[in-house]
């Protein structure tokens, strides 16, 4: 009697499981695609569909309704880590992108610290002792590499959302602890309005770099850049 009824509960369970992610199939699309505008042609959509496709299934077998979180909620962040742990396994950056963003972010820390305010795109151009159109070039070429690598100061796509949003309760309480929530949310809030202002479009309402362009009236590529810099100076005061 007991191994009938565990059956019958492991049937359920997966039923439930399946119907979860049928239902929810359309966030794997949409979460691919929001990712895909920033990536290079070398990082193929179908790779993230499949790794989302794995991070939903997690999500529908691990998702506790007792926490008070929504599916949707829960779900998204596991598909898009999913996504994200997919493309970390080859590391397609060229070590110069790498070593230019050390480079742009320290120049942040340091016109900053000497400034006493927001580093503004010119004086970091300075600073570099490189033409303003160059240190341009330089964040655009940065985007698709600093906005999944932030583990070193422990900030990640979905912490920068939640700092947008405010605490999500549920499966995320715990993640961060209460006082990095509170410095990540008031540096954002501390960002000059621009930068925060395509951050919250990016992340909280999840347009596309070109959807947030056509927002600001500016280009896609510009758009790149004010992200990589926002992202870089957020790096730096979370560091500090």
Sequence with gaps: MAIRKWCSYTDQLLGSATELVEQYAFLVKRIAHHLMGRLPPSVQLEDLVQAGMIGLLE?????????????????????????????????????????????????????????????????????????????????????????????????????????????????????QKDDFQKSLSREIAGLPERERLVLALYYEEELNLREVGEVLGVSESRISQIHSQAMLRLQVRMRE
């Design 59 to 175: 999500a529908s077998r691990n998702f506790d309704a007792t926490k008070g979180a929504s599916f949707e909620t829960y779900a998204g962040i596991r598909i898009r880590g999913s996504m994200i742990d997919e493309i970390r396994k080859g590391d397609w950056a060229p070590r110069s992108v790498h070593r230019n963003t050390r480079k742009i972010a320290q120049a942040i820390r340091d016109v900053e610290n000497q400034t006493g305010r927001d580093a503004r795109d010119h004086e970091v151009a300075t600073f570099l002792n490189i033409e303003l159109t160059v240190y341009h070039q330089m964040l655009q070429d940065t985007n698709g590499t600093r906005i999944f690598g932030f583990e070193d100061v422990s900030v990640s796509e979905d912490t920068i959302s939640e700092g947008l949003l405010g605490q999500l309760p549920g499966p995320l309480d715990g993640l």
